[in-house]
């Protein structure tokens, strides 16, 4: 078995983990994961387009890494609907009012 270490193979592999995991009932654990998946495939066209650019890849703020990608109009995503799935991250990681 080989093990790659980037930001798209290990997006794909979370991604593949998650679509087989579609049937179970742990819907934070889900939520967690499509921001993880979302987060670490727009990290690896970040790579591709300004490898330079390590700051941000240290950020999980999705808007901050598209806004990054966004310079180059290589992508089109709603900002809103990737600010929503950040929300839903932290509200199903962390306890509080969110």
Do not use: T
Request: with cysteine.
């Amino acid at each position: 078995m080989v093990v790659k270490n980037d930001y798209y193979y290990i997006a794909c592999n979370d991604y593949k983990y998650l679509l087989r995991n579609l049937d179970s009932d742990f819907y934070n654990n889900m939520a967690v994961a499509c921001q993880q998946i979302c987060e670490k495939a727009l990290k690896s066209v970040l790579v591709c387009v300004n490898p330079d650019v390590k700051s941000i890849l240290n950020s999980h703020n999705l808007r901050q890494i598209y806004s990054a990608i966004d310079e180059e109009e290589l992508i089109n995503l709603d900002i809103a609907k990737l600010s929503l799935l950040k929300d839903y991250y932290f509200e199903v990681r962390y306890p509080g009012d969110n």
